[in-house]
């Protein structure tokens, strides 16, 4: 069976969700390689990860020579994985970095690009079938690639990840870095804060606040706390500078597609609506009966997001006892 | 200094956007203009070269589309870029971004040596996102992306991201492909003189030929990828709306998530 390249999102070695959902799709056309890209020392806890996710094999390459100079590099290490392996399919974290990576790649390897799918499937002929959602979360579309090998950026939640364990054969991989790669880099990075919260696109509930909040997240926050979830801002409260643009919810700040989507004091603009329509169950809290969202959801509260949550938060964190 | 600027010609994204038989996307039944993010790369462009007063910078708006895609041309032109090249070429229609990329790179190589390829953080359309990262890997220049700040001296860039992660200074050197988020500031509407000026501004039409590529390599039949198939997305159906009176609201909306086993 042909290998699928899997390229590990990990932040220090610590491997994220959505990479253990890259690998259950990866084991549906071949055997899933993963790349893993990052510092030696890391590469032990890192393997141990995807090893419980079905990962034959371990592509380590040591990123010593090329951290901190962005994503060119990276595609030169898949590109030159992609020579010597001939996998079935590349699949990589549909975020702007893995975007990037897998264009270059596609560049490279002359061979064509399917980005953000919300589901990969096996065809009749066992190559992957894409499914996205596109003009907004109006429109679902199925693709595949017709030249070369698929190149595949694949969605937060596109897949329940299957544990299982796998053989994780680690193979050290040396990649040979052009100077050209290493043109453009990270000069100073202020790293976030960590707020405790989920992660906005990976979140299984995500409670966002808009323009009806004034600027006081504090009732939105304990709400998203009560349930677990993560929070998100619509462009109004971001462009406010209520909120920082990490946490916008809309079309060009994160889709998110979660079981359950509340939205408090959010009119429903279609640059809201591009990042969240595809949610499982929608809902909404808003003083204007006229909201445009309230068209969406499945359930609405007519009122003030100020009285509405702080109570509903009460009774949650009651009934939780 | 050569700034070029992408700009793409999308269907009105508040419009009813839809799909042609060919699963190609209509971009003539529905009413088109400048992608509202790539009005951000203009805007930086044209505030690059206002911050650089002095030198002599020419700021060129470049579009890939069909006859009414000159519009996204003019409208930069109006706010202010110097020039305009537009390429149209029936056998681009139903292109991929790997073939798009390639016509924007060979008009982009046609323009001259360029110091800045200026483009959107995305279109509104695909949203793909890719054209700037495939851009850089053509033109085999440095790529600075998603920048919401840049600064710019002698030939050094050093641009502000907001990743997830952290924020974080991106440093090149020109040449180089920058890319711009909706953060880098509100884009200018075109004043009166500046419409008045872009009918006098010099704007020229390359086809696929005068850019030394072949009809062969673009279009729908030779794209690497290909959409099998579109599905309008089912309407929701009307969901159940209350009225918040005396904190009946909060009540109702707990039942609601109780009875959904959110809680």
């Not at chain 1, 990270?186 to 696109?201: D, F, H, K, W």
């Not at chain 2, 033109?139 to 952290?166: C, F, W």
């Not at chain 2, 030779?222 to 009176?245: H, L, M, N, Y």
């Amino acid at each position: 069976m042909s290998e699928v390249l899997v390229l590990v999102d990990h932040v220090d070695g610590a491997v994220k969700k959505p990479t253990f959902e890259l690998l259950t799709i990866a084991a549906r056309f071949g055997e899933p390689s993963a790349v893993f890209i990052g510092a030696a020392a890391q590469a032990a806890g890192a393997v141990e990860a995807v090893k419980k996710y079905g990962a034959a094999k371990v592509y380590v390459v040591d990123d010593t020579e090329i951290k901190g100079y962005l994503v060119a590099p990276k595609a030169e290490v898949l590109q030159q994985l992609v020579e010597k392996a001939s996998p079935a399919a590349v699949l990589v974290p549909s975020s702007a970095h893995g975007k990037e990576i897998a264009a270059r790649l596609a560049i490279k390897v002359s061979s064509g690009l399917i980005t953000d799918a919300v589901d990969v499937q096996a065809g009749p002929d066992g190559a992957p079938v894409t499914t996205q959602s596109v003009f907004a979360g109006n429109y679902t579309v199925q693709a595949k690639v017709t030249k070369g090998t698929p190149i595949i950026t694949v969605k937060p939640n596109a897949a329940a990840p299957v544990e299982t364990e796998g053989a994780a054969a680690v193979e050290q991989f040396a990649a040979t870095i052009s100077a050209a790669a290493k043109s453009a880099q990270i000069v100073a990075s202020q790293p976030r804060q960590a707020s405790g919260r989920p992660e906005l696109t990976e979140a299984a509930i995500v409670v966002s606040g808009g323009r009806g909040t004034g600027g006081n997240f504090e009732p939105v926050e304990n709400f998203a706390d009560a349930l677990g979830a993560a929070v998100g801002a619509s462009r109004a409260a971001v462009d406010s500078g209520w909120k920082p643009h990490t946490f916008q919810v809309g079309q060009t700040g994160k889709t998110v597609s979660p079981q359950l989507y509340v939205a408090a004091g959010i009119s429903g603009a279609i640059q809201h609506r591009a990042g969240m329509q595809t949610s499982k169950t929608i809902v909404a809290i808003n003083k204007d009966e006229e909201a445009p969202l309230f068209e969406l959801v499945d359930f609405g509260v007519v009122g003030d997001l100020h009285t509405v949550l702080p109570a509903a938060t009460e009774q949650i964190v009651a009934r939780k006892g | 200094m050569n700034i070029v600027v992408c700009v793409k010609y999308v269907p009105d994204a508040t419009a009813d956007r839809q799909f042609e038989p060919d699963n190609t996307v209509d971009r003539v039944g529905v009413d088109g203009l400048l992608s509202e993010l790539d009005e951000y790369a203009v805007e930086q462009a044209l505030q690059l070269k206002e911050k650089r007063e002095g030198e002599d910078i020419e700021v060129t708006a470049l579009c890939v589309g069909p006859e009414k895609a000159v519009d996204a041309v003019r409208k930069a032109l109006q706010m202010g870029a110097d020039k305009g090249v537009h390429v149209v070429d029936d056998a681009i229609a139903g292109s991929d971004a790997i073939a798009t990329s390639l016509v924007l790179a060979k008009a982009i190589e046609k323009v001259g040596p360029v110091d800045v390829v200026m483009c959107g953080m995305a279109s509104t359309d695909a949203s793909m996102s890719v054209v700037p990262a495939m851009l850089a890997e053509r033109l085999g220049l440095p790529q600075v992306t998603h920048a919401s700040v840049i600064e710019t001296q002698g030939n050094q860039v050093r641009v502000k991201r907001d990743g997830d992660q952290a924020t974080e200074v991106i440093g090149g050197t020109m040449p180089l492909v920058l890319s711009v988020t909706d953060q880098s500031g509100e884009a200018r509407y075109p004043s009166f003189k500046g419409i008045m000026a872009a009918k006098k501004k010099p704007l020229e039409t390359y086809s696929l030929a005068d850019l030394g590529v072949d009809a062969g390599e673009v279009g729908l039949s030779v794209a690497w990828s290909a959409v099998e198939e579109t599905t309008a997305r089912p309407p929701r159906t009307a969901g159940e709306i209350v009225k918040d009176e005396d904190g009946s609201g909060a009540t109702a909306l707990t039942e609601f998530l109780a009875s959904k086993k959110f809680i």
